[in-house]
């Protein structure tokens, strides 16, 4: 693709990053608003969508879009948000982020465009739990 293609997982981690230096004051709401911008971006890329990156000797595809992928995708990140406005009450700002980072790396199974990204998101959301 010639435009700039974000994968919808990045925007998650981003804000699993991102939370814990915001006030608490505005906390529950951008928790919110995270997994809203994936599925607008879910919604928003065409079939077909590819992004890869060049680590060493191996191409990573790192978003990989079509049908299938796209409803799963659509279902994560709408569980996403709104299981944020469910737990709008929540002020713990790790329970906060590894919601994220757990949404993201379902995001990140789900366009996965081969075997190595698949290992790194999956193993992504069997750690985060731990946290």
């Not at 969508?49 to 279902?75: C, H, P, Q, W």
């Not at 949404?103 to 739990?129: C, K, N």
């Amino acid at each position: 693709m010639s435009e700039l293609t974000i994968p919808p997982a990045f925007i998650m981690l981003a804000g699993a990053l991102l939370l814990p230096f915001l006030p608490k004051i505005i906390r529950s709401t951008t928790f919110i608003l995270f997994p809203l911008a994936s599925l607008i971006l879910i919604l928003s890329l065409p079939d077909g969508a590819v992004l890869t990156a060049k680590v060493m000797n191996y191409e990573l595809t790192l978003l990989k879009m079509d049908a299938l992928s796209r409803i799963f995708g659509i279902i994560f990140a709408f569980i996403a948000t709104a299981g944020g406005i469910y737990a709008f009450h929540i002020k713990e700002t790790g329970q906060q982020c590894a919601a994220l980072l757990y949404a993201g790396g379902a995001l990140g199974v789900t366009f996965a465009g081969d075997l190595f990204t698949l290992f790194i998101y999956w193993e992504m959301m069997a750690v985060v739990p731990l946290t």
